[in-house]
């Protein structure tokens, strides 16, 4: 995809008059605005529908930028290290002298912040001088947009602007890991879980004392119909989509396919638009064929879980 410059410096333009705009990330597209500016992050809220209670993740360029806003340990850095940018989000301690509207966080000292590694969202980041709030670039409640054309199926003309950046490449939520205390994972996400864990094992971790911190967004509410989902299921009934992760060799119109091959990194990335196609498709009922629950078939159950629950995405 070539980069259309005047694009980013439109987006750049909308950012800096505190205006939401929709960029792409490499795990699913945000609704970004000014993490700095009260008027520009209320916006967020209203345009999602998104209750005040629930925290917004805040992105960054790269470690110097953050160190303005965050306190920061050597697990952190090691994680930075080691996985930076990309589909991880760490919640740390908001410094004092920070910045950051209280809106973002909700007025807690911890912050959720993240580095992502979408080439076109770098150049912005790099750029601006100050951090972006994004959350989903969805309605509270309804699932999250992977191009540019979710963005405009969800909000219609209501955003300004959303920057195309093709699909995204992981198609599933960052991975969110609480740096308080001991590390401890709150949503399974980009990057599994196994390998984050084991990464910290091996490096000196002098973090024992658990702090338990609370992710808002998980809360088990349940929300408008979505569609009533199955899963682990072997054989659909005619009236299901068929939410299949490898071929099978009967062809029928119910069939959607994730991967032919089980790659789970494939499944992931597909995962949201297979959601919003059976949606548009109509269908009044979803069957899942059972998805290894291994590396990010984790995240992908997780959600697929929660959906089936009616609980509520954010
Ligand atoms: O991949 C992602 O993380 C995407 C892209 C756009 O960066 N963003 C995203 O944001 O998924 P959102 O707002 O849809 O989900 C963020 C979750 C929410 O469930 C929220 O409750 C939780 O992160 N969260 C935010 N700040 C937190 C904090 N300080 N402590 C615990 N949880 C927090
Ligand atoms: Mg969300």
Redesign the pocket.
Known sequence: MKINDSNIKKTIKYLNNDECVAIP?E????LAANAYSKNAVSKIFKLKKRPRS????V?YHNINQLKKDCELNSVFRRLYKKFCPG?I?F?LKLKKTSKISKIV?NN?N???V?F?SHHLTRKILKEIDYPLA???ANISSSI?PVSKQDVIDEFGNKIKFVLEGGSSKVGL??T?INLVGKPNI??L??IDSKTIYKFIKSSKNNQKKEVN??????RKLHYSPGIPMRLNVKKNNYDEAFILIKKRKKKNKNYFYLSKTKNLKEAAKNLYKTLRKIKKNRYKKIAVEKIPNVQIGEAINDRLLRASKNEKF?
């Open positions: 990330t795990t699913v597209y945000g629930n925290p917004l993740i992105h589909a989000s919640v966080t807690s911890l912050v959720a993240r992502p994004a959350p989903s999250s939520e960052s969110i709150l949503r996400g980009g911190v609370k992710m808002p967004g998980s954010n």
